[in-house]
């Protein structure tokens, strides 16, 4: 006999830091206020603070989880055009390019949560890149970073 057990709920923070990614993504640091968040995440202003007692915090929390899922992984293809397949497909995807876009323009605000972002997401990326694609192409550093400049342009 089978016994199935239920699936794992997310926690209620894991939940508030799901729901407060897109809502960072849409308005920005300064334009996501708690209760908005409260009202997206659909759990009360105290479970909120009781998890997070700022929006820094907070902040920190959605940078932390979305950086822990969001790690480079080694490609097959070793050449130009697979480095463009990796950029479009895994590095600069429209919610990455608009989490650029959040701490660039106002990482100042969220210090920890910005230092979080470039070590733990960006570095990474740029490591993968150099050390995969050098041999291909000298100049990969410059290139990427032209094509996140063209990303960030058509916001």
Request: aromatic letters at 10%.
């Given at each position: 006999?089978?016994?199935?057990?239920?699936?794992?709920?997310?926690?209620?923070?894991d939940h508030i830091v799901a729901c407060?990614?897109?809502?960072?993504?849409?308005?920005?640091?300064?334009?996501?206020?708690?209760?908005?968040?409260?009202?997206?995440?659909?759990?009360?202003?105290?479970?909120?603070?009781?998890?997070?007692?700022?929006?820094?915090?907070?902040?920190?929390?959605?940078?932390?989880?979305?950086?822990?899922?969001?790690?480079?992984?080694?490609?097959?293809?070793?050449?130009?055009?697979?480095?463009?397949l990796l950029i479009d497909g895994q590095?600069?995807?429209?919610?990455?390019?608009?989490?650029?876009?959040?701490?660039?323009?106002?990482?100042?605000?969220?210090p920890q949560a910005r230092k979080v972002?470039?070590?733990?997401?960006?570095?990474?990326?740029?490591?993968?890149?150099?050390?995969?694609?050098?041999?291909?192409?000298?100049?990969?550093?410059?290139?990427?970073?032209?094509?996140?400049?063209?990303?960030?342009?058509?916001?």
């Amino acid at each position: 006999m089978i016994i199935k057990l239920p699936m794992a709920q997310r926690s209620k923070k894991d939940h508030i830091v799901a729901c407060a990614l897109p809502l960072f993504l849409a308005n920005g640091y300064k334009g996501t206020s708690i209760d908005l968040v409260v009202k997206e995440s659909a759990v009360s202003k105290p479970t909120v603070y009781n998890h997070f007692p700022d929006k820094e915090a907070l902040i920190l929390a959605v940078m932390k989880q979305w950086a822990a899922t969001h790690k480079p992984k080694i490609p097959a293809a070793k050449d130009l055009p697979g480095l463009d397949l990796l950029i479009d497909g895994q590095w600069l995807t429209r919610e990455t390019v608009g989490l650029y876009a959040l701490v660039i323009g106002e990482g100042r605000r969220f210090p920890q949560a910005r230092k979080v972002f470039w070590e733990q997401f960006d570095q990474r990326w740029r490591q993968l890149f150099i050390m995969t694609f050098m041999r291909a192409d000298p100049q990969v550093e410059m290139y990427i970073d032209q094509q996140l400049m063209n990303r960030l342009k058509q916001l």
